[in-house]
C-alpha cells in the first residue's frame, strides 16, 4: 500500500460548479503528477508540479490548474465543470525525479458532473 | 506523440492458464516501459519497470519484455489465480528526454478475469 492519500474519495458536482480535489504525497516525495481516467479508458497526463512549480501540463484546458505547496501536498482545481470532465482522477508522487524510478499512485477522487 | 496501444481489450480464462498480454508503442526512443495493475474503482499499482537496456524484468509470477525496435513489450502471467483479475494496463513516457519522467502515455488496458 503506497503512502499516497486523495481527498476526498467521491465527488457529486453541477456543471458551471468548481471543484477542489487534494493530494498528499508521500513524505518526503517532491514531484507529483496528476491524471484523469475516463470511464474504460487509461489515465490521461494532465499536469505535474515539481518543487511547487508546473513542470509540464498534457493536453487539458487551462480551467484545469494546479499549485504544490511546500509540505509538497498538492491541488487539482477545475473550474466551470462541464459533463465530459467525469471521471476518476488520479495522482502519482515520486521521491526523486529519476526517469527510471516507480511512480506511486493514490487510490483517486471519483468525480460526478451531473 | 507517443500512442501506446493494448491487445486484447478483454481476457477470460479458467485459473492456472498462461497468458500473454500486448502492448504496442509509436515512440520507440523511450527510457522504459511500465506495466500497471488497477483494481475497480481503485488506483494504480506498479507491477513492473523495464529499462531501455534491459530486455525483460521478473517479479514472481510475472514477467514483462520489451522489445524497442518493434515498438512492443509483453506481460506474462503464469499459473493464472482468481486474484489476478483485474485492469492490466501499460504507460510509455511521453518522451526520451529527463523532462518526460512522470508524463506517462496509458494504453486503454486489458481487462482480465480468472475464473475458479
Known amino acids: 500500500e503506497t503512502g499516497v492519500t486523495q481527498s476526498p474519495t467521491h465527488l457529486i458536482k453541477t456543471r458551471g460548479q468548481q471543484v477542489t480535489l487534494r493530494c498528499s504525497s508521500q513524505?518526503?516525495?517532491?514531484?507529483v503528477s496528476w491524471y484523469q481516467q475516463a470511464l474504460g479508458q487509461g489515465p490521461q497526463f494532465i499536469f505535474q508540479y515539481y518543487r511547487e512549480e508546473e513542470n509540464g501540463r498534457g493536453n487539458f484546458p487551462p480551467r484545469f490548474s494546479g499549485l504544490q505547496f511546500p509540505n509538497y501536498s498538492s491541488e487539482l482545481n477545475v473550474n466551470a465543470l462541464e459533463l465530459d470532465d467525469s471521471a476518476l482522477y488520479l495522482c502519482?508522487?515520486?521521491?526523486?525525479?529519476?526517469?527510471?524510478?516507480?511512480?506511486?499512485f493514490g487510490s483517486g477522487t471519483q468525480l460526478s458532473v451531473l | 506523440k507517443q500512442e501506446v496501444t493494448q491487445i486484447p481489450a478483454a481476457l477470460s480464462v479458467p485459473e492456472g492458464e498462461n497468458l500473454v498480454l500486448n502492448c504496442s508503442f509509436t515512440?520507440?526512443?523511450?527510457?522504459?516501459l511500465q506495466w500497471f495493475r488497477q483494481d475497480p474503482g481503485k488506483g494504480l499499482t506498479s507491477l513492473l519497470l523495464i529499462q531501455s537496456s534491459q530486455r525483460e524484468q521478473t517479479s514472481g509470477r510475472l514477467n514483462a519484455s520489451l522489445d524497442k525496435s518493434s515498438g512492443r513489450s509483453t506481460l506474462y502471467i503464469a499459473a493464472s489465480q482468481p486474484g489476478d483479475s483485474a485492469t492490466y494496463l501499460c504507460?510509455?513516457?511521453?518522451?526520451?528526454?529527463?523532462?518526460?519522467?512522470?508524463?506517462?502515455?496509458f494504453g486503454q488496458g486489458t481487462i482480465l478475469t480468472v475464473h475458479p
Open positions: 504507460a510509455a513516457p511521453q518522451g526520451a528526454g529527463g523532462t518526460s519522467y512522470g508524463k506517462l502515455t
Open positions: 513524505s518526503g516525495h517532491n514531484t
Open positions: 515512440d520507440s526512443a523511450i527510457y522504459n
Open positions: 502519482a508522487s515520486s521521491l526523486n525525479r529519476n526517469i527510471n524510478e516507480k511512480l506511486f
